[in-house]
């Protein structure tokens, strides 16, 4: 049944899933932010986008003042900035639907606080037109300095406008026309591309089958023809389990270590121990007899000090849980900075039989 309670570690095909030809589109465009409060740019290229903007709207200027003009530094342009607008144009996105911007500088302005974006064409990767994005830009944060200080919150040169731009072209994303659709696994995996294909199946006879290890291809069956959507939504709802790969993934920067559950270890022998090296400077003034010509000097002293962590030998048999190998570990005192090092060595080994990815 297709509204079935999902067992353990099941998911849903929709999930692990997404239909071929169905995406986002990247759209991007330059524009003008007018209205800031003496954070604007103040380079030859803000200059130049504001005598551009004003032949635009019909100031036109003499080309040997307009050269003129555009490395003068005389013409205030702090409260202007030359910007970067992007935004996402999702599949199935209709004309007057709305869209979030993202806003970024392109000269060197200090800040977008207060700021109003012009009106500004986004283009995708065929040059059109796809949408037009204006509106106040909000950064989420400040920017204030003094003679002697400053300080800062987030990241004032970048900002967001909710809803700032109205899809004026819509995307064609025909579906299933010729009678097929494809499903992408999120994960390229062969056994999981199989269950799908037997879950469709089951429900579908003979309507499934699997290309390769990230597409599962459906026929699509003659009752459901003359409405995609509503097929692709009920096979979307079909449970699958996933098989997940034997992977470690190492995140340095944070001391951050996740295990996965089909994770292996060969036996093997562990140790492992620190070496603290502790080191105290006691500097001794040391004064000359008196009457004589001797002077007063500073004699250096240091106390050094050895310790090792004599932390046992272990013996780590083959693993059958994380929750093995996990207690295995801690039993050697291990800090998640340490396991960096030590699934390292076993990959070197030939004992860890998993990936190990580094972020």
Avoid at 212 to 229: G, I, K, N, R, W
Avoid at 238 to 251: C, E, G, S
Avoid at 328 to 352: C, E, H, W, Y
């Amino acid at each position: 049944m297709y509204g079935a309670a999902l067992c353990q570690g099941e998911v849903r095909i929709k999930d692990i899933t997404s239909v071929a030809g169905v995406r986002s589109n990247q759209l991007v465009g330059m524009g003008l932010v007018t209205g800031l409060n003496g954070t604007g740019g103040k380079n030859p290229e803000t200059r130049q986008f504001a005598l551009n903007m004003l032949q635009r709207f019909g100031l036109r200027a003499d080309p040997t003042i307009r050269a003129q003009l555009r490395n003068d530094s005389k013409l205030k342009t702090d409260s202007l900035s030359v910007v970067v607008v992007t935004a996402n144009l999702p599949a199935f996105a209709k004309k007057g639907s709305v869209l979030d911007v993202t806003v970024s500088t392109f000269d060197d302005a200090s800040s977008l606080q207060g700021g109003q974006l012009i009106m500004t064409p986004l283009f995708g990767v065929d040059d059109e037109v796809y949408a037009v994005a204006s509106g106040p830009v909000s950064i989420g944060g400040f920017s204030f300095e003094g003679q002697a200080g400053s300080v800062q919150k987030n990241h004032p040169t970048t900002g967001r406008m909710a809803g700032g731009a109205t899809v004026e072209k819509e995307t064609c994303t025909p579906i299933g026309e010729d009678g097929f659709v494809s499903l992408l696994l999120r994960e390229p995996d062969y056994e999981t591309a199989s269950r799908i294909g037997q879950a469709i199946n089951i429900v579908h006879p003979d309507s499934a089958r699997v290309t390769d290890a990230s597409t599962v291809e459906v026929a699509v069956p003659v009752q459901h023809q003359l409405d995609v959507p509503s097929f692709l939504s009920l096979i979307g709802q079909l449970p699958v389990k996933p098989d997940v790969k034997a992977k470690v993934v190492i995140n340095e920067r944070t001391g951050t270590v996740i295990i996965g559950a089909r994770v292996k270890l060969s036996p093997v022998l562990i140790t492992h121990a620190n070496l603290a090296v502790i080191t105290a400077e006691t500097p001794v003034v040391s004064q000359p007899a008196p009457f004589s010509d001797g002077e007063t000097t500073v004699v250096p002293r240091t106390d050094l000090q050895v310790i090792e962590e004599k932390n046992p030998v272990s013996v780590i048999d083959e693993t059958a849980t994380v929750g093995d190998l996990a207690r295995a570990l801690n039993a050697l005192g291990v800090t998640p900075r340490d396991l960096s090092s030590i699934f390292q060595q076993l990959k070197a080994a030939g004992a860890l039989h998993a990936d190990l990815e580094f972020q």
